[in-house]
């Protein structure tokens, strides 16, 4: 390392005008080597030693900040090493040691990774000493396995089995052919990370309608990734299974929307909205990445690349007219190359971390392939180049068990699909918004307003700069009023009343606004609609005058024909909840084509029901119990959180308590 490292410094002396490793006169070949060799092996020094006390120091500066300022710490580390070299006659420019300093710590970089894989004894020592470390006071591990579960975001069932068919995942599909089972899974009427990620890790998705609501007594819109309504949501959870979550005892949560219980939380965006302190590490796994300078430079210099990357695609497919397409400018490049670099790099260490601290079970969330499927589209190339560098963080993460302390098995899984489509906006030149107003009677814009879109990745962005997250530009407490609040989830849309303080009615809707029920219900754009009804409970709307009372919906006639086994009881479920909205709608959906019209600006949308959205994966090993019996269906997060939780006890894992009568209401 120190070889190469002198070597990279004479080279960018050789190339660079303002880095000099001679004096103004002239020395010997050999007196300008050892100048190298010196400044090198003191820049190794103070990169070793200096750079995570500098590190620290920083915790206050939010990691996107430290992530840009990486560059110049490390110049000044640079120059440093220069200034206190014995020799006295290296020198270079600020901007010039910025530039020699990335290079040489990326050379540093890549010369360490390429001599641990040649030398599997080196990398194991490496692993061992790292492991020893991580383990610090932990007491010795048990002889029972470890449990990982790494969540694909987004990742269907069909995306990711013709990923290995076409070879883009060798990984995933060594695995099946040897050591894992696939099993496709049901989600719930909210084909969302908030609903599917809650219901895994704490066995309840009861009163979450959407990815955002509107609740009447609290005169909140709720919206699954602002920090405070994760913290909310997950203490309902709680309170409702009497359970802290599937990561209790010794588990880590890495990535998440919700801390699943673990004591040990990183990156988690529960406990993002509070204040600092010991018992709040939600950025704590950006610090501890980027504190190695290796890290840190790599990482950044993939952040620009893949934000240039971005750019590029964006621009081909305008060239190209390609359609669908929605806009990719502004800062999206940027919220891109965080979700499939920064995040991944970060929550993969992480991870990485747990295994070599013998901890016994970690849940971790890759939201990578979920952000560029909402725009590029679930099964455009800039997806398939996502899913190619997936399975290379699995195959790394395999890697790194091979030298754990303890056995790990790995189970990967996703909490919904995508399904393609154009936007209800661009096919109709109008927004969902734009239809509840016309119904109503109000004003409607001569100009359809964009309905922004709101995903995991923006909401980590925000948490990462400690903004405060407030997506879709939708207001936290909605102005008091008649007119509707009329939010978006993918292919699901919500209107609510704030100025009625209960569920209305269809009898109540059709005397306020007689026209907006039919004028749903009959757009080309919409498939149905859901409404509390004074007479039947509850009944669903579509097209031509159709309405079915819930009690007697089977799913195989009606509206709801098109859209699978499972639909009826999905739309009775959420018709239960307290925070339903007076009308929910769902999208048009095309089984032929498998196609939604999103009610936000995404191509790859999910939220609703319709197609591969509502149909994740779960591939687990071999060695625990089959997920369901042949010929049996895996139906709802809830059910997957039972499956998670028996095989954690299948081996005497983390004893995760059960409340009484809980796996049967599961």
């Known amino acids: 390392m120190w070889a190469v490292s002198t070597v990279t410094m004479l080279v960018l002396a050789g190339i660079l005008p303002d880095f000099r490793l001679q004096s103004a006169d002239g020395d010997s070949a050999t007196r300008i080597a050892v100048t190298a060799?010196?400044?090198?092996?003191?820049?190794?020094?103070?990169?070793?030693?200096?750079?995570?006390?500098?590190?620290?120091?920083?915790?206050?500066?939010?990691?996107?900040?430290?992530?840009?300022?990486?560059?110049?710490?490390?110049?000044?580390l640079l120059l440093l090493a220069l200034r206190v070299n014995p020799s006295g006659q290296s020198e270079a420019a600020p901007e010039t040691a910025v530039i020699v300093a990335a290079v040489m710590s990326a050379v540093a970089s890549a010369t360490g990774g390429a001599l641990a894989v040649r030398d599997d004894d080196?990398?194991?020592?490496?692993?061992?000493?790292?492991?020893?470390?991580?383990?610090?006071?932990?007491?010795?591990?048990?002889?029972?396995?470890?449990?990982?579960f790494l969540q694909l975001d987004g990742v269907g069932h069909d995306v990711l089995t013709a990923a290995v068919a076409r070879g883009l995942m060798p990984t995933v599909a060594a695995w099946l052919g040897s050591t894992h089972r696939l099993t496709p899974w049901r989600t719930d009427w909210s084909s969302q990370t908030g609903a599917s990620q809650l219901g895994i890790l704490h066995g309840s998705t009861f009163d979450v309608p959407a990815f955002r609501w509107y609740e009447k007594d609290s005169r909140e819109v709720m919206v699954c990734n602002r920090p405070t309504s994760a913290a909310e949501l997950q203490r309902r959870a709680v309170e409702r299974t009497a359970d802290g979550g599937l990561l209790t005892l010794d588990g880590a949560s890495r990535g998440n929307l919700f801390s699943g219980g673990a004591d040990e939380q990183a990156l988690v965006l529960s406990i993002a909205a509070r204040r600092r302190g010991r018992e709040n590490r939600s950025r704590a796994g950006y610090f501890a990445y980027f504190s190695d300078p290796a890290n840190a430079v790599r990482t950044a210099l993939s952040f620009f690349a893949d934000a240039g990357r971005e750019i590029g695609q964006s621009v081909t497919a305008r060239m190209r007219k390609q359609r669908p397409r929605v806009g990719r400018g502004g800062l999206y490049p940027l919220v891109r190359a965080f979700a499939t670099v920064v995040e991944r790099d970060v929550v993969v260490a992480a991870v990485m971390g747990d295994l070599l601290a013998g901890r016994s079970a970690v849940y971790a969330d890759l939201v990578a392939y979920d952000e560029v499927a909402h725009h590029s589209g679930p099964h455009s190339r800039d997806a398939d180049k996502v899913l190619q560098r997936l399975d290379r963080s699995l195959a790394l993460i395999e890697k790194v068990a091979e030298h754990a302390p303890r056995q790990y098995r790995v189970v990967v899984l996703s909490d919904h699909g995508q399904s393609p489509g154009e936007t209800f906006r661009t096919r109709y030149g109008l927004t969902l918004g734009d239809l509840v107003r016309a119904g109503c009677g109000l004003h409607v814009p001569r100009r359809a307003e964009r309905t922004h879109s709101g995903t995991e990745a923006r909401a980590a962005v925000r948490a990462a700069l400690r903004r405060p997250v407030e997506e879709g530009g939708e207001k936290h407490r909605p102005a008091p009023?008649?007119?509707?609040?009329?939010?978006?989830?993918?292919?699901?849309?919500?209107?609510?009343?704030?100025?009625?303080?209960?569920?209305?009615?269809?009898?109540?809707?059709?005397?306020?606004?007689?026209?907006?029920?039919?004028t749903l219900a009959n757009h080309p754009g919409i498939g149905f609609l859901l409404v509390r009804s004074e007479e039947h409970g509850g009944v669903l709307l579509g097209a031509y005058g159709a309405e079915i009372p819930l009690d007697r919906l089977d799913g195989g006639t009606g509206p709801l024909a098109v859209f699978g086994p499972g639909a009826a009881d999905a739309v009775r479920r959420t018709h239960s909840f307290p925070h339903t909205a007076d009308v929910m709608v769902n999208s048009w959906y095309d089984p032929e084509?498998?196609?939604?019209?999103?009610?936000?600006?995404?191509?790859?949308?999910?939220?609703?029901?319709?197609?591969?959205?509502?149909?994740?994966?779960?591939?687990?090993?071999?060695?625990?119990?089959?997920?369901?019996?042949?010929?049996?269906?895996?139906?709802?997060?809830?059910?997957?959180?039972?499956?998670?939780?028996?095989?954690?006890?299948?081996?005497?894992?983390?004893?995760v308590p059960v409340a009484a009568g809980e796996e049967t209401a599961a």
């Not at 090198?40 to 992530?67: H, K, T």
């Open 122 to 148: 080196a990398y194991r020592r490496r692993l061992s000493r790292l492991a020893t470390r991580r383990r610090g006071s932990r007491p010795p591990c048990p002889d029972t396995p470890g449990t990982v």
């Open 481 to 518: 009023g008649s007119e509707p609040v009329v939010l978006a989830s993918g292919n699901l849309g919500l209107v609510s009343f704030p100025d009625v303080p209960h569920r209305m009615t269809k009898e109540e809707i059709d005397a306020r606004y007689p026209a907006l029920l039919t």
């Open 37 to 76: 060799a010196l400044g090198a092996g003191v820049f190794g020094l103070l990169s070793a030693v200096v750079w995570p006390f500098l590190v620290r120091l920083l915790l206050l500066v939010p990691a996107l900040v430290l992530g840009l300022l990486v560059f110049f710490l490390n110049g000044s």
């Open 593 to 655: 084509s498998g196609e939604v019209l999103a009610f936000e600006e995404q191509i790859g949308s999910h939220g609703g029901l319709g197609g591969a959205q509502g149909r994740p994966f779960l591939l687990s090993p071999l060695d625990v119990s089959a997920p369901v019996a042949e010929g049996e269906e895996l139906v709802g997060a809830e059910a997957v959180h039972g499956v998670l939780r028996r095989w954690l006890l299948e081996t005497d894992g983390p004893q």
